[in-house]
């Protein structure tokens, strides 16, 4: 496991964001851990952390977008302040994101900060990606709206190696269907090798093996490797 994957595991530990037990998903799924991301938002240090681990990320892809695009509502902070730390790193990218309530006065568009031109790259950053929801949501807002413009990547925090509405990952479905590069800082994967192989320095988990064995029969039954 790459020092930064193990590195992105403890702060979600740290921060309260990585929890294990018994949890529904949105998609009516019983998983055995849940990636809370609210926790990454409680206080400046913490999103500073947080806009590192993301920032480190996209300089790895070298990806040509323009824009980048936070879906409503955590995307918004969280393209913020990415947005932020790529600037002091001398990268300067428009700032997109949408509202969920279409409203009737004042301001009246759907999308907020920087309006996407024809012809713009988007990347879309975002906590978690289960069935690529807020791919398909942005990209309908841009073709509601009239703009031309094309969504190259989707970065995220945690890659759960799910199915998506087929039989592949989520990941690979956003891809064979939009043609677009999904990135992530880590993955269920790397989780479990965390738990199973916790390095001496770092935080131990109590039945780290139980809910190491537990989420391989999650990736059994709902995984994309099997």
Known sequence: MQVKKIDFIEFMLQSGALLFGDFTLKSGRQSPYFINAG??????EQLLKLSEFYTNMIRGTDVNFKVLFGPAYKGIPLASVVALKLAENGTTYKVSYDRKERKDHGEVGMIMGYT??????IAIIEDVTAAGTSVREVISLLENSGIDAKVVALYISIDRMEKGTGDIAATEQIKRDYGIEVYSIATTTDIIDYLENTPEDCTKIPNS???AAKMRE?????GALN
């Open 116 to 121: 996407p031109k024809d012809g713009d790259k």
């Open 39 to 44: 926790e990454f938002f409680k206080d400046g």
């Open 218 to 222: 999650y990736l059994a039954k709902y």
């Open 209 to 211: 093996e139980m809910h």
